[in-house]
Structure formats: C-alpha cells, structure tokens
C-alpha cells in the first residue's frame, strides 16, 4: 500500500517526480560512474562529490523537463475528460 501511494504521489507531484528520478535516475547513474572509476583504481574524494553532484543535477533537470513537457499535460487531459 506505501509504494502504491509513493508512486501516485511521485506520478503527481513536481516534488514526487523529482525523488523518483532521483531514485532511479541519479542512483543508478552514479553506481555506474563509481563502477568504472573503481576499475580504473584512480578514485578521488573530489572526485566523488563531483559525481553526486552531477548525477543529482542531471535527475533533477530531467525530472523537472519530464513534469513540463510529458506529465502536467497528461493530467490535464485526464482530469479535463473527468468534467
């Protein structure tokens, strides 16, 4: 029931849509970048906080575009066919 009610907000919400691309955008970009640095065995403390910084910034700019472009004219359409 959480989760049902965490996706609904997340799928209504500028704010939910933000933590959810932050969840699952900015995390998995950021194990991946951590992965390939470890392979490469030169990883920095800078380094790492440059990667969460640009993987948060990059979850953040796509959610915000995905809640202009794609989601709040879903919603309207939706709730215009409601009334």
Known sequence: MAVKNFFRWAS?????????FELVLSLSLFIVF?????????????????????????GAIAAILAWFTITRGLIDRTRNRRE
Request: aromatic letters at 8%; a negative charge; hydrophobic letters at 60%.
């Open 12 to 20: 209504h919400s500028l704010g939910g849509h933000i933590v959810l």
């Open 34 to 58: 951590l992965a390939q640095k470890l392979a490469d065995g030169d990883i920095t403390l800078g380094w790492v906080l440059w990667a969460l910084f640009v993987t948060a910034s990059i």
